[in-house]
């Protein structure tokens, strides 16, 4: 099992976040175009699946905690429900639920690298 790093598994999941965030405000945007599919990225714990975790030198006596570059894909989201005559899969209220989702997560993210922070601070300082 290799070692995790926080605050990389955190900027990681910020990334994550700010993709989804994005495809979100696109969905809004784009709630009265016809024929638009609403568009949504795949759930964190697939782009940590693909993720390896490795150290990589980065200078010469130095080692550095670094993980590959996972793209996180965006799809088009599954629809269950009635497709409105101009083809629009945009379905505003799950679209403000996600938005609330994303920023929930934002501030857990936030909050943990926050008290990791703290907890390193009162090592070091002894």
Known sequence: MEPVNLFDLATR????LAVRQTAIA?????ANTPGYLAHDVE?????????????NATQQGHLGFG??????RTR???FDGAVMPSK?????????MKAGEVR???ELNTAIVKAFHGMLLAVSKG
């Open 104 to 106: 929930r997560a934002f």
């Open 88 to 96: 629009n899969t945009v379905v505003m209220e799950t679209e403000l």
């Open 26 to 30: 696109g969905n809004v945007a784009n």
């Open 67 to 72: 993980a590959s570059e996972a793209a996180f």
């Open 76 to 78: 088009a989201q599954e």
């Open 13 to 16: 999941q910020s990334q994550w």
């Open 43 to 55: 759930p964190f714990e697939r782009v940590l699946e693909r993720t390896t975790v490795s150290l």
